[in-house]
Nanobody
Framework: QVQLVESGGGLVQPGGSLRLSCAAS????????MRWYRQAPGKERELVAA????????NYADSVKGRFTISRDNAKNTVYLQMNSLKPEDTAVYYC?????????????WGQGTQVTVSS
C-alpha cells in the first residue's frame, strides 16, 4: 500500500538545523511532485516547499526562502527538507505530500507528520 514516512523531526534551538526525510513506497515516486507542508497549533496547514518530479524546479514559501532547501533522490524514493537558521515560528508538524495529476484524476498522498520544535 501507499506509504509516506517522515523522519528527522525533533527539538532544536533557534538558529539550529534539521533535515527531514520522507521515504515513499507503494507508488511510482518519480512520477509524483513532492511537497512539504506544515501545521502549527491553531493554524491552517501551509505549503512550505515543493519540487517537481525530476527535481528541476523548486518553490518555497516566502517565510522559508533562503533557509530551507527541498531535494529528492528518485533512486531512493525519498524527499528531503534541509532546514537551517530555524526560528521559533517554524515550530509545527511537518507533513510530506505526493501529488500527481493525470486527467481527470488527481492522486494525493500524505504522510503522518513529524514534529519540529524550535525552542531554547
Amino acid at each position: 500500500q501507499v506509504q509516506l514516512v517522515e523522519s528527522g523531526g525533533g527539538l532544536v534551538q533557534p538558529g539550529g538545523s534539521l533535515r527531514l526525510s520522507c521515504a515513499a513506497s507503494g507508488f511510482t515516486f518519480s512520477s509524483h511532485a513532492m511537497r512539504w507542508y506544515r501545521q502549527a497549533p491553531g493554524k491552517e496547514r501551509e505549503l512550505v516547499a515543493a519540487i517537481t518530479t525530476a527535481g528541476g524546479s523548486t518553490n518555497y514559501a516566502d517565510s522559508v526562502k533562503g533557509r530551507f532547501t527541498i531535494s529528492r533522490d528518485n533512486a531512493k524514493n525519498t524527499v528531503y527538507l534541509q532546514m537551517n537558521s530555524l526560528k521559533p515560528e517554524d515550530t509545527a508538524v511537518y507533513y510530506c505530500n505526493a501529488v500527481k495529476r493525470s486527467f481527470p484524476s488527481t492522486y494525493n498522498y500524505w504522510g503522518q507528520g513529524t514534529q519540529v520544535t524550535v525552542s531554547s
